[in-house]
């Protein structure tokens, strides 16, 4: 799923890590909040300005602190029905800066899975 967001989509990166994909905007900024968990080891994440993901409507990842980064590839892309892109500017109400401090701060992806 990582590589089409990334040929598809304008101002969405990908960062890989210890064998993880995160999603981030290329508009810029580092993620300024609490450092992300990277759901592993303690291995090092990039600095970047990571992207808040909510899937089926249930925040994954928001830049609350301690919590953990939401990688890409645990979604299978042959389950993915929909997929939203928004920068800072337009990321839906009820998902920009309510529910952490850090939310949609980078833009936000809202992904859609059957079932």
């Not at 799923?1 to 900024?29: C, D, E, H, Y």
Request: charged share 15%; glycine share 16%; with cysteine.
């Amino acid at each position: 799923m990582s590589s089409f967001l990334v040929q598809k989509i304008p101002g969405l990166k990908i960062v890989q890590g210890g064998g993880r994909r995160w999603l981030a905007s290329t508009r810029g900024g580092l993620h300024t909040g609490p450092r992300p968990e990277s759901g592993g080891s303690m291995e090092k994440i990039t600095a970047a300005c990571y992207m808040q993901i909510i899937v089926n409507g249930l925040i994954r990842y928001n830049g609350s602190a301690g919590q953990q980064m939401f990688d890409v590839d645990e979604l299978n892309a042959k389950d993915i029905i929909g997929f939203e892109f928004y920068t800072t500017a337009t990321t839906p109400v009820q998902y920009n800066g309510t529910k952490g401090a850090l939310a949609g701060s980078c833009g936000t992806v809202i992904i859609w899975t059957k079932g």
